[in-house]
């Protein structure tokens, strides 16, 4: 396996986006130390909580633009001569 | 049973309400016939948006989550809360390996992980593993679900001792039983949407009225602090705190890392997902299912509003012991008005009965798919297979009510820990092979035994004071405790790590290892069935055939 070739030819198992990069992101809520206090409070709730409710919002925004920038990938098919002209295009690109 | 007629009543109404729903929905979106698993245990792969979003919500925000998470705030404070990070995180860690999931499954007619497993492997001993390891995770899952219900049987007053006490419960899954057999999946896809409409309104209310009456957030933290921190006889410690302690900060993060890697290993998760239709359905429901997360966040601080307010946990009329799981329907009895904490218990009451239903379809595909066809009955014809699931279904459910009957709720709550950690080890065999097939098969076969074991003698190590437990007193291990084969890596470190987590390191290194040196004496094994566009195919391509291609008869693709 591992033939993923960065040129995306037919047969390439990976795609790589950049925009997937947005889903790390979120992993930001693991870090306990950022917060685990207790100030400032806000309408009366610590710190450690509403800062969790504002993280459930910033992983809703990375992954709702994955989403939109991603919605129309290309939908792989077999025998495709368009692919090929692709590969052929972005052969003669370079 | 006075002040809790209204209850009942609103209760019974909307239960008999869904339950006629449940039988209806084997008209909806109607396909020729049932008989046959994509349509019976997928609900013919065509689910849009918003039901893919209320089946999975409804599959993964189950009645055991909704009382246990504030029970684990009522008693231990914010440990509990890893809840809202694990499902912060669940979805982006997910969002691309599910794509893969769908895709290849709908190109090769998957109907469940171990399928694939079989299909990237070629190896039927690697997906009994991984069949046999759902089994086990889900059944104790269910029978959670029937704590959530019976929590919520016991605060309208259906507390006694012996049979009598579990009779309601026996009558609402022979109903649900009885539908998940004629519906399928459509049952609780259909039912989700009731469950979650009344769940969202209870919250809302239940989190804009109480903190009002019961004067402020800022009041309810202030009363949930002092009754944590006051010191507790069984432990001679305080029960808890509002904030972590620097022992547990990395068990809040590695169980709420493990909990989000395990969640779409769960075979009832990955039913949800194959149900929909097509790869923006699942990537739309990736950003819109956090939702859910804010609901679970209000829910559980209704944890320390049951603080707040003064509540205890009803005593168990079977075992004797307080109930925590009573805590949040003590909470609604006590605060809202007959009728309206009616419909909150409806609400729980309904949210067992999807997740009930789902997993134990799931179940029934995986004993079908990877354990009846592959080694009782190979050329099962599809009619044949629906009709194993649908009885196999039912078996599961019964099995369920079984353990909730005989044997102490505790236990199924020990087992549900357990299934955790245990589903986390199929993370190598399951989610990265979607990636890389790198791992050779016996490699991935060592590391499972070796995860599983290790992860089960932790766990038995680990001992709870509080409730006067021995062993499977919960999920976190002091570093200190960590020995491997006599060497104590990190000597009398009061840190606290999740024991899926250890487990699954360790599980990862055999699988690696053993993949090195297996490969230089031999060649990998198997045959690969999936070609690298499989991961990629979208809903209308032409690679995908309709409606069956069978994994066990193909093990090679022209």
Redesign the interface.
Known sequence: ???ASPDGK??????FRAW?LL?????F?????IY???DP?F????F??WF??V??IV??I???V??LM??D??????TDPGLDVDDLDEGAAR | MTGHWTELIVFIILFVAVSGMGFVASRWRRAQDLNHLDEWGLGGRKFGSWITWFLIGGDLYTAYTFVAVPAALFGAG?TG?FA??Y???A???V??PVLRLWSVSRVHGYVTPADFVRGRYGSSLLALLVAITGIIATMPYIALQLVGLEAVLRSMGINHAGILGHLPLFIAFLILALYTYKSGLRAPALIAFVKDILIYIVILVAVIYL?IKLG??????GDAQTKLSSINPATKAPYGS???TANN?LQ??TL??GSALALFLYPHSVTGVLASRG??VL??N???L??Y??ML?LLA?LGYVAISAGVKPVVNAATGKPDTSTVVPELFHGQFPGWFAGIAFAAIGIGALVPAAIMSIAAANLWTRNIYKEYFKRDATPAQEAKQAKVASLVVKLGALVFIVLIDPQFSIDLQLIGGVIILQTLPAVAISL????FHTWALVAGWVVGQAWGLILLYGIPNAAVKKQHFGGSALALGKLNIFGWHPFPGSALQVYVGFVALVANLLVAVIVTLVIRRFARPLGVDATS??D????E????IKEPQLDVAAAPERT
């Open positions: 396996m591992s033939t037919a047969g390439s198992g990976l795609r997937n889903l790390i992101i979120p992993l809520t693991l870090i306990t130390a685990n206090k207790h409070t309408i009366g709730m610590p450690f909580y969790q409710f993280g459930i992983g809703v990375c992954t709702s994955v989403y991603t919605k990938e290309p939908n792989p098919v077999a | 914010a809360f809202l990070p499902t912060i995180i979805y982006p860690l969002f691309l903190p402020g957030w800022g009041e309810i933290f509002t904030l972590l900060q809040y993060a709420a890392l790869r923006n990537k739309r990736m950003s819109a956090p939702a997360s804010f966040g601080l990636y890389t097939r790198w690298p566009e991961y990629h195919v979208d209308g391509s032409p690679r």
